[in-house]
């Protein structure tokens, strides 16, 4: 058990539908982190949070967007949803500063299917 | 730019069979290297790290060397068990400015081990 917690665990929706994923970090960590795993891509980084503050962004779509909340857990929503949208999304936390060693802790992910 | 390159799978192997599953990476500066496994239905987590260049990260068997005169941190196990049948990942820890750091994942690489 990483500490990471992610909800739901399986979503199904239609195209043109709006998601919203939940993450809990690590008691502690204030980093949060998006992943979205699809089998061409690979494990593509979406977007970073840090103590409710975007840090870092990656290959996250305009469609997509995530915040982080005072009491540090962190939602993704994913709106007009496409068939290509159909991945495993990860949450993962870390610490920061000089207690940074670079680790990840990720969530067991949460699975969309859109039809 | 800065990223990882890591040999394509599947592998498969039989139980006891030796492993190595190859690792280059393209960076500036002084990176620290990772190799994160995926077990079937969960979130990734750390396997091993290396954060300069001649230090060898192991667990559960597995080792890894930081070689910063060929770029590579090629995972290797002697006696690969069923058990360590699971996705894993190359990553590559690099600064990005100031005092933000980017995790930088290869594309994954998938083992079987049968009986």
């Known amino acids: 058990d990483s500490g990471v917690t992610q909800t739901p665990k399986h979503l199904i929706t239609a195209t043109g539908q709006r998601v919203t994923l939940r993450c809990s970090p690590r008691?502690?960590?204030?980093?949060v982190y998006w992943y979205q795993q699809s089998l061409d891509q690979g494990l593509q980084f979406l977007i970073q949070y840090y103590n409710g503050e975007e840090r870092a962004k990656g290959n996250i779509l305009e469609r997509f967007s995530a915040q982080q909340f005072p009491d540090l857990h962190s939602e993704l929503n994913l709106s007009s949803l496409e068939l290509g949208d159909s991945a495993l999304y990860f949450c993962?936390?870390?610490?920061?500063?000089?207690?940074?060693?670079?680790?990840?802790?990720f969530g067991e992910g949460s699975r969309l299917t859109v039809l | 730019g800065n990223s990882v390159t890591q040999m394509e799978g599947p592998v498969t192997l039989s139980e006891e069979a030796f492993l190595t599953i190859n690792c280059t990476y393209t960076?500036?500066?002084?990176?620290?290297l990772f190799w994160y496994v995926q077990y079937p239905g969960e979130g990734l987590q750390l396997l091993l790290k290396a954060t300069k260049a001649d230090d060898k990260g192991s667990n559960k068997g597995f080792e890894a060397t930081y070689r910063k005169e060929t770029t590579s941190f090629h995972l290797e196990k002697g006696s690969v068990q069923v058990s360590d049948s699971a996705v894993y990942f190359c990553a590559l820890k690099w600064r990005s400015g100031g005092s933000n750091y980017k995790l930088t994942f290869g594309k994954g690489t998938l083992l079987t081990v049968n009986p």
């Open positions: 960076a500036t500066g002084y990176p620290s």
């Open positions: 008691s502690g960590d204030l980093s």
């Open positions: 993962a936390s870390s610490v920061e500063g000089r207690a940074n060693t670079g680790e990840l802790f």
